[in-house]
Nanobody
Framework: QVQLVESGGGLVQPGGSLRLSCAAS????????MGWFRQAPGKQRELVAR???????NYADSVKGRFTISRDNAKNTVYLQMNSLKPEDTAVYYC?????????WGQGTQVTVSS
């Protein structure tokens, strides 16, 4: 059983930066894909970015060029570096991990972009 714990959320002004971390209780080496999703009030949860075990990355069009996902297998941690934040990035951000058996979710961390 793998547990995912997100951290790094908070309140930031437009144009600012935050780095989210997702720490796994077990090894992420077996995870085929790890990613970040977000859900704003009244909206569906959407994919923000994902990274495969081979370090192939994909991003939502809305965050390309501003967000960067990375993983550190030695630390069992996935990161989301978010730059040039906009008010529309405000949401609860969830970490996600998929192996050959099941999908795991973290509890979420709030990101609020506001002046």
């Amino acid at each position: 059983q793998v547990q995912l714990v997100e951290s790094g959320g908070g309140l930031v002004q437009p144009g600012g930066s935050l780095r989210l971390s997702c720490a796994a209780s077990g090894s992420i080496f077996s995870m085929v894909v790890m990613g970040w999703f977000r859900q704003a009030p009244g909206k569906q949860r959407e994919l923000v970015a994902r990274i495969t075990s081979g370090d192939v990355t994909n991003y939502a069009d809305s965050v390309k060029g501003r967000f960067t996902i990375s993983r550190d297998n030695a630390k069992n941690t996935v990161y989301l570096q978010m730059n040039s934040l906009k008010p529309e990035d405000t949401a609860v951000y969830y970490c996600n991990a998929i192996n050959s058996v099941r999908t795991y979710w973290g509890q979420g961390t709030q990101v609020t972009v506001s002046s």
